[in-house]
């Protein structure tokens, strides 16, 4: 099986970490070079981009049986002629894409995030929240099917514990799965092709073949140095930092 690669990359340096316009700029430049490397195209979103979320586009519905027939030939007819993109993607393709009034709902992001409690990992996971749903309005809106990410073996099993530590370990068999085609009727399938590979296998391949990575401190550390009586909790107080530091001690 075969696809034809978008990169999608998720903007998050000046809402979430603060990132200076002069070091902003260098990432992005990276980010395309590293795109234009490998031919694939791209499109960089801004985090900010959640406030600009077509409602109409994110229908949660399951669908009836007889909408379900309609988009299982729908996938058939995909999987044999392949997926025909929206004529409007040319329109973000190889595109930085700006929004109207960016400095203004970065403040307002920042206000949002803050609003959470810093404890555990409730401004983390807020932020992961908010990413898939761009990630999934830009995949119906221009008619992509499949999402790859790049979670790893080691990423799969600290969100599993995470998750079940949190109360959430309902819906992990979906998460975790190597398709979960659950969302929005199946007109979208997460898929996680990295999963049985090792962060260390991963780190081995960049540093071979001198993939450059963006590298950025936990958010859980960036928010407790900003506090004026840190905490003294180990991991920061972060609960996924906290099951991420065991399973590194096991590898």
């Known amino acids: 099986m075969f696809f034809s690669v978008h990169v999608l990359y998720i903007d998050e340096g000046p809402a979430v970490y603060g990132w200076s316009p002069e070091f902003h700029a260098q990432q992005l430049d990276m980010i395309v070079s590293a795109c234009n490397s490998y031919k694939f195209s791209y499109t960089i979103l801004p985090l900010e981009h959640i406030f600009n979320v077509e409602p109409e586009l994110m229908n949660f519905k399951q669908p009836t049986p007889d909408e379900k027939k309609i988009l299982e030939e729908e996938k058939k007819n995909d999987f044999d002629n392949h997926t025909v993109l929206s004529e409007t993607f040319l329109e973000v393709k190889d595109k930085i894409v700006e929004i109207p009034q960016r400095e203004q709902k970065t403040n307002r992001f920042q206000a949002l995030i803050e609003c959470l409690p810093v404890e ?3 401004r983390e996971d807020m932020i992961f929240f908010l990413k898939k749903l761009i990630i999934s309005e830009f995949a119906l809106k221009y008619n992509f099917k499949k999402i790859l990410l790049g979670t790893t073996s080691h990423k799969v099993a600290t969100h599993l514990f995470s998750q079940l530590c949190k109360g959430r370990g309902a819906s992990v068999a979906h998460e975790i799965a190597f398709i979960d085609d659950k969302h ?3 007109r979208i399938s997460f898929m996680n092709p990295m999963r049985d590979f090792l962060k260390k296998e991963i780190s081995l391949y960049n540093h071979n073949k001198e ?4 590298q950025v401190l936990p958010l859980a550390k960036q928010t407790q140095d900003k506090l004026p ?7 920061f107080g972060s609960t996924d930092l906290l099951v991420e530091s065991f399973f590194n001690r096991l590898q």
């Open 211 to 214: 993939v450059k990575i963006i």
């Open 184 to 186: 929005f009727g199946g």
């Open 229 to 235: 009586r840190p905490t003294n909790a180990p991991c």
């Open 120 to 122: 555990s990992s409730f």
